[in-house]
């Protein structure tokens, strides 16, 4: 007993000596052995201070940066359930930091780095991060932290440097204060942001999205108002803000059914003040403790460059830049059979663009066809990697109810572009924004129903699930009819791919949204609810509002779909059986819907009447 209560006092002491005690993983630099620090960037310790994983110059890999005008940089990933990330890794160069299978709680001061360019945390496995004690370094570009639980955003003060900010699926309720005049993309979708106020966005400014939040105060500064309406992609919700929008300010239109508040004047001078309001003693404890950190970190940084053989470094990043290009090589030399002469391509007119790639309008030996490609600055290896997929997946579907992949072409790897069949007639959302249904009435639509059904029919036949069946994915020509496109995320049916959920939520199958497993089932409950597009022309739910008025955000529509208790408008005027069809089809026990051949079938019953 003695024994075992002494070996418990030493655990207790060794993790009270460890300055990682709190966590049972934290990423550290300052914290790896010091018998092995001159040969690693980062380190991963317990509680106890053991080292459970490395990562050295090998682990460098080199990746495009999400900011289109940024060259690619160095990517450092750590690919560990860390809980703390206490420091910055010992890398000497400008470099991208980014987290995969991670549960951070805690990031800490990372201020003294001035070559962190790129942070990246994105599901961070429901853990909720705190950045109490985060400071972020003032050299970051690109921010990135999706799915974190978190509730305000880091220092405003040192956010103004950043080109790149996503902060899509937290818990934040206001943005205000922050000068982001650099930001060319910004995402802050999913959140709960009911106040946006005094946010500095610039002329360069071309993704903005702030969907699925609760917005009842929205005021921007003259500036703000031109760059929001000039940007290319701007995605809003319903905004009404008659109720906080005080004079002299005005309530001006941002689009369709989205309305701001403006300033008369520039607020660009209070956003600074507030981001920088500390008292002289707040000020002088700052720099002090900056000045101290950054002595520390070049001090290690001097060691570390002493320490470890620049020979050796660049051996390894030249070793890392082959292994990395050989990967790309492999994965392209799979399209060789697909391969088309760049040559003969001409991109003439941009059609769309969405959160992962741009659609043209081009010809390929004088044949219109339409140009898929990734966003500018956006093709990492695992992007170029997934496209090749979606590529090879496409070219096994023949079918005149599938859009027709015609081939692929590049250049070099960062500029594949995915060659497909033109549709004149555009995505059938768009079409239904622009019609009622007397312009497009239901001889037509029933016809565009059977050729969805159809195009199901015949990937349930190959064992593909779309996964993410809604309008915008449904393409329309004069000539051709309707057809399905954009496999982005369609897979062939595996174990391992059936129990992940992807597509638009509010396409999704309950099983889906539980991320339960699911089969082909899920595609037939997003007909379904395509239907009740082509009944109402609106997107699903929109009518749909809270006992105070306000519409239904997307995390009260998962949770009552889920539940069963929700279910899409149908309008009064639509075919009894057409209503009948889609309430079968979004049937809660997935066993209780049709399968595809029997919803082709019931359509086509219907045409021969």
Known sequence: MLIYLLHLAALVAAADACAYGAFDATATFVGCPADI???????????????????????????????????????????????????????????QLRFENASIQQIDDLSAVNNLKTLYIYNNNKAALDIAHTKLPTSLHELTLCGTQLQALPDAARLTGLTYLNVFNNNITRLEHLDLRNVTTFSAGLNQISTFVNVSLGGGLAYFDLTNNRITEFVVDPATYDALRQTKTLSLDAIDVSS?????????????????????????????????????????????????????????????????????????????????????????????????????????????????GQVWLGTYEGTPVALKRLLPGAASQSAIASFVDEILLASKLESRYIVQLIGASWRIPAELQMVLEWMDGGDLRSVLEATDNTSFPWLEKVQLMLS??????????????????????????????????????????????????????????????????????????????????????????????????????????????????????????????????????????????????????????????
């Not at 940066?65 to 890398?91: F, H, K, N």
């Not at 955000?553 to 009894?576: C, K």
């Open 244 to 356: 906080t929008c005080k004079s002299p300010n005005k309530v001006l239109p941002l689009n369709n059914h989205a309305n701001v508040c403006v300033t008369p004047d520039s607020m660009l001078a209070s956003a600074t003040e507030n981001s920088t309001a500390l008292g002289g003693a707040a000020v002088a404890g700052i720099v002090v403790g900056a000045v101290v950190l950054l002595g520390l970190s070049l001090a290690l940084l001097v060691q570390w460059r002493r320490r470890l053989a620049s020979s050796s470094k660049e051996s390894a990043l030249d070793k890392t830049e082959r292994t990395d290009s050989e990967h790309i090589v492999f994965n392209l030399d799979s399209l060789a059979l697909l391969r088309l002469d760049h040559q003969s391509l001409e991109a003439t007119k941009f059609v769309a663009e969405g959160a992962y």
């Open 37 to 95: 620090k001159p040969q690693v960037l980062y380190c991963i310790v317990d509680s106890r201070c053991k080292l459970l994983k490395t990562y050295n110059a090998s682990a460098l890999s080199l990746s495009a940066s999400l900011d289109p005008a940024t060259p690619a940089r160095y990517q450092l990933t750590v690919s560990y359930p860390i809980q703390r990330v206490a420091d910055e890794p010992g890398v000497k160069i400008d470099f």
């Open 452 to 609: 969805v059904a159809e195009g199901l029919v015949y990937l349930h036949s190959m064992f593909v699930i779309h996964r993410d069946l809604k309008s915008r994915n449904v393409l329309v020509d004069t000539a051709k009819g309707a057809k399905l496109t954009d496999f982005g995320v369609s897979k062939e049916m595996t174990t391992e791919t059936m129990t992940v959920g992807v597509g638009t939520y509010r396409w999704m199958a309950p099983e889906v949204l539980q991320e339960n497993h699911y089969t082909t089932s899920a595609d037939v409950y997003s007909f379904g609810i395509l239907l009740s597009e082509l009944c109402t022309h609106h997107i699903p739910y929109t009518d749909m509002h809270t006992e105070r008025g306000n519409p239904l955000v997307d995390t009260a529509i998962i949770n009552r779909v889920i539940q069963g208790t929700l279910q899409p408008t149908f309008g009064e005027s639509s075919p009894a059986w057409v209503v009948g069809l889609a309430n079968d089809c979004i049937a809660l026990n997935a066993d209780d819907r049709p399968n595809a051949i029997q919803v082709a079938h019931r359509i086509r019953q219907k045409t021969r009447e």
